[in-house]
Each structure stands twice: as structure tokens, then as C-alpha cells.
T-cell receptor
Framework: DAGVTQSPTHLIKTRGQQVTLRCSPKSGHDTVSWYQQALGQGPQFIFQYYEEEERQRGNFPDRFSGHQFPNYSSELNVNALLLGDSALYLC???FGYGEAFFGQGTRLTVV | AQTVTQSQPEMSVQEAETVTLSCTYDTSESDYYLFWYKQPPSRQMILVIR??????QNATENRFSVNFQKAAKSFSLKISDSQLGDAAMYFCAYRIYTGTASKLTFGTGTRLQVTL
């Protein structure tokens, strides 16, 4: 079992650019959540996807969007990148409301 | 506002000794779960222990145990017989259900150092 896998592991982007981060959930999981972890902070909930629909959204602007595919994998898109978007982005998967398993994250640096 | 407070940014413990990490939370929900996660330098969040809010008995997982005080909204983690591999960031979190989704709310973390 590969667990939750995220790609890429590291990414450097320029302000104003757009970025797409990817997540493959643990086998058997149907729900994917995304979190942003700024340096020295705890993760902050961005949104959660189930059955290809956004179930709930945290306090993030519309520049943050997502998608879930029929195979339950998910993408996080961020448009018009700001310096403040630099963070570790964590994906967590679960089966319904069950225990969340986390990936190793994507470290995004905006310069 | 629903929050999690970890008042100890850093803690240090000697190998084989016991350490307690503090956490308080604030939620208006009556049904929730509480968690302690460990985040080593590999960055992956690893579940250490979980507590259902409706259970009065404190959860225990091997060397890890919690002291759950629901009325005080306190959820501390005790690590016994500390090992070098316990060194990491520790995050306290709770999970609530909104009817359509569940999300985790995390504290700011406590960095645990384990010394010889």
C-alpha cells in the first residue's frame, strides 16, 4: 500500500504564476482534504472533496481551487501566486469520515 | 472562534524520561474527536493517538497517553520512556463534522527535543 502520495515534493514559482499540486489517496479512500502549513504554523484547512464535489471550504480566497477525479485523486490549483502562498501543502485522504492519512506534502516557494 | 492552543513552543526531555505536552481547545460542538499528530522532518503527519469526546476514559497507545478534561477543554499528551525517535513537532487537533464534511483544526505545535 503506497499510502497518500503527493507530487511534486518541491516547487518554485514566480509571483503571479499558477500552480497545480497533485494527490493520490490511500487505496480504498474516497475523500481528500487539502491543508496549507505555513512555516512555524499548524496546518490550515483549505477544502475537502468527496464524490468529485467540494464539500467544505476553509477561509481561503477563490484563487485556491480544486478538483477530484473519478479515481479519487485530487488536484489543488492556486492562481495569481503571492509570496504569502509559500508553504507546505498537505493532502489527507480518508474513507468517508474515517481517520485521515497524510502525504508528505509539497513544499511551494513563491519568489 | 474554534481554536486549538498549544502554549509550549518547545519542550525538551531526556531519553527514558517522561514529558507532557499541553493543549487546550475551544469548540461549541458537543461531538468531536481529538488527536495528537507527530510531524518529523520528513514532513508527514503521523497520528499518535485519538480520543473520542464522548468517552470519559483516557486513550492510551503504548508509551503515549492523554489526559482529557472535557469540561476544561484540555487534552494533554504524556510520552513515557522517551526515545530519540520521538523528537519531532507535535500538533494537537480536533475534528468536527459539519453535516457534509469533516475537517481538522490544528494548534501551532510543540517542538519536542529528546536528549541523551
Amino acid at each position: 500500500d503506497a499510502g497518500v502520495t503527493q507530487s511534486p515534493t518541491h516547487l518554485i514559482k514566480t509571483r503571479g504564476q499558477q500552480v497545480t499540486l497533485r494527490c493520490s489517496p490511500k487505496s480504498g479512500h474516497d475523500t481528500v482534504s487539502w491543508y496549507q502549513q505555513a512555516l512555524g504554523q499548524g496546518p490550515q484547512f483549505i477544502f475537502q472533496y468527496y464524490e468529485e464535489e467540494e464539500r467544505q471550504r476553509g477561509n481561503f480566497p477563490d484563487r485556491f481551487s480544486g478538483h477530484q477525479f473519478p479515481n479519487y485523486s485530487s488536484e489543488l490549483n492556486v492562481n495569481a501566486l503571492l509570496l504569502g502562498d509559500s508553504a507546505l501543502y498537505l493532502c489527507a485522504s480518508s474513507f468517508g469520515y474515517g481517520e485521515a492519512f497524510f502525504g508528505q506534502g509539497t513544499r511551494l516557494t513563491v519568489v | 472562534a474554534q481554536t486549538v492552543t498549544q502554549s509550549q513552543p518547545e519542550m525538551s526531555v531526556q531519553e527514558a524520561e517522561t514529558v507532557t505536552l499541553s493543549c487546550t481547545y475551544d469548540t461549541s460542538e458537543s461531538d468531536y474527536y481529538l488527536f495528537w499528530y507527530k510531524q518529523p522532518p520528513s514532513r508527514q503527519m503521523i497520528l499518535v493517538i485519538r480520543q473520542e469526546a464522548y468517552k470519559q476514559q483516557n486513550a492510551t497507545e503504548n508509551r503515549f497517553s492523554v489526559n482529557f478534561q472535557k469540561a476544561a477543554k484540555s487534552f494533554s499528551l504524556k510520552i513515557s520512556d522517551s526515545q530519540l525517535g520521538d523528537a519531532a513537532m507535535y500538533f494537537c487537533a480536533y475534528r468536527i463534522y459539519t453535516g457534509t464534511a469533516s475537517k481538522l483544526t490544528f494548534g501551532t505545535g510543540t517542538r519536542l527535543q529528546v536528549t541523551l
